[in-house]
C-alpha cells in the first residue's frame, strides 16, 4: 500500500471530554483511556469523526468528504442505517475514504506545581510512542529519554534540587545534571516548542515548554494521570420545579495537554493518486495551525483544541540537548 503519513499534534485551549464507553467507578462521564496503560487518549474513531466534521464545516464538497473520509451512513428513518449491513450489498453501501485516522496519544499532561503554576509531565513511554511515529514518517527524532525507577528529569535547571519537587499530589526528586551531560528531555522539550506548539499564537506556551517539561518514571506518572485530569460535577435541573432530576460527574483532560496521532493518506489506486496532492493540501489548509472541536460538551467551551500538522516535507531540528 502506498501512503503518505501526516504527524497531527493536539493541544488543548479548553478542557477536553472523549468519552469513554461505561462508568468508572463514581465517575459517571469518564475519558477514554488505554486498558493496559492507563493513558488517556482520544480514539481514531473519534478523531476521525471530529475531522469529518471539521471538513464539511470548512465548505468542502460532498465529493471531496467522501474521497477522504469516505461516504456517509444514511439513516432509514426507521432507526436502521443504510450501507450494506448484515452482509448485504445495495445501492447505497459504503465506500471507504483515502485518510486512516490513528489513535491521539498522550504527549504531555500539565500538572500543578508550586513553582511556575504548572509543568508539563511526560514519560519515556509517551515519547517513545511519538519518536516511533518520527520513525514512520523517516524523520529523526530526539534521542530517547531513560529513567530508572524512581528517577525524574527535567527540560531545566530550575526544576533539580535538593528538597524535591511538588507535582500534583506527588514529591518528585530531580537531580541536577552533569556539566557536560546530554540532556534528551530539553531536546525533546526544544523539538516539541517549534514543531507542537508552533504560531504566534502559542509562542508563550512554546516558551515555557521549552524549560517546563519534566520526564518522570511510570508509577509518578500513572498517578499524575489519575488525579490531575480534572473533574466536574454537573446538575439537570426540572424545568418546571427548578430541583434536582439529575446529578452525574464528567472528567476532563485540562486545558494545555499535548496529544500526537498518525493520521495515513493512501495512495494506492490510479483514482487516489490522481488527486492525492489536492487532498493533501486540502488537509493542511483544515488542519495546520487550526481550532478543532474534539470530544463531547462543546455547547460548554469543551473540547477546543489547536492543530498542528507535520509531514516528512517540513523542515525538522532539534538539538541533543
Not at 117 to 140: G, N, Q, V
Not at 146 to 159: G, I, P, R
Not at 264 to 292: M, N, V, Y
Amino acid at each position: 500500500m502506498t501512503t503518505t503519513s501526516l504527524l497531527l499534534y493536539l493541544y488543548a485551549e479548553s478542557p477536553v471530554h472523549a468519552g469513554a464507553a461505561a462508568a468508572d467507578g463514581v465517575l459517571d462521564l469518564p475519558i477514554q483511556r488505554e486498558a493496559a496503560t492507563g493513558y488517556p487518549l482520544v480514539w481514531g474513531q473519534s478523531l476521525k469523526g471530529a475531522l469529518r466534521q471539521a471538513a464539511g464545516e470548512a465548505g468542502w464538497d460532498l465529493e471531496a468528504v467522501t474521497a477522504v473520509f469516505g461516504s456517509d451512513i444514511a439513516d432509514n428513518g426507521d432507526g436502521q442505517q443504510a450501507g450494506g449491513g448484515q452482509g448485504e450489498d445495495t445501492d447505497e453501501a459504503t465506500t471507504p475514504g483515502s485518510l486512516m485516522v490513528g489513535d491521539a496519544q498522550l504527549v504531555a499532561l500539565p500538572v500543578p506545581t508550586l513553582r511556575r503554576s504548572f509543568a508539563w509531565a511526560t514519560s519515556p513511554l509517551a515519547l517513545a510512542r511519538l519518536a516511533r511515529k518520527h520513525a514512520l514518517m523517516e524523520i529523526d527524532p530526539p534521542a530517547p529519554v531513560e529513567l530508572e525507577d524512581a528517577e525524574a528529569a527535567a527540560a531545566d535547571e530550575f526544576w533539580s534540587g535538593p528538597r524535591g519537587e511538588v507535582l500534583g499530589p506527588c514529591v518528585v526528586d530531580i537531580p541536577a545534571l552533569e556539566a557536560d551531560a546530554a540532556n534528551p528531555v530539553r531536546a525533546w522539550a526544544a523539538h516539541l516548542s517549534r514543531t507542537a506548539l508552533a504560531g504566534d499564537h502559542l509562542a508563550p506556551f512554546a516558551k515555557k515548554f521549552s524549560t517546563d517539561l519534566v520526564a518522570l518514571d511510570e508509577t509518578v506518572m500513572r498517578t499524575l494521570l489519575r488525579e490531575c485530569t480534572e473533574f466536574a460535577v454537573r446538575v439537570q435541573l426540572g424545568r418546571q420545579t427548578k430541583t434536582v432530576q439529575q446529578m452525574f460527574t464528567s472528567e476532563y483532560l485540562p486545558a494545555e495537554t499535548l496529544l500526537a496521532a498518525l493520521i495515513t493518506l493512501r495512495t494506492d489506486t490510479p483514482l487516489i493518486r490522481s488527486e492525492a496532492s489536492a487532498h493533501l493540501q486540502r488537509l493542511h489548509t483544515l488542519l495546520d495551525g487550526k481550532p478543532l472541536r474534539i470530544g463531547g460538551q462543546e455547547s460548554t467551551g469543551k473540547g477546543l483544541m489547536w492543530a498542528r500538522l507535520v509531514d516528512p516535507a517540513t523542515p525538522q531540528e532539534h538539538h541533543d540537548g
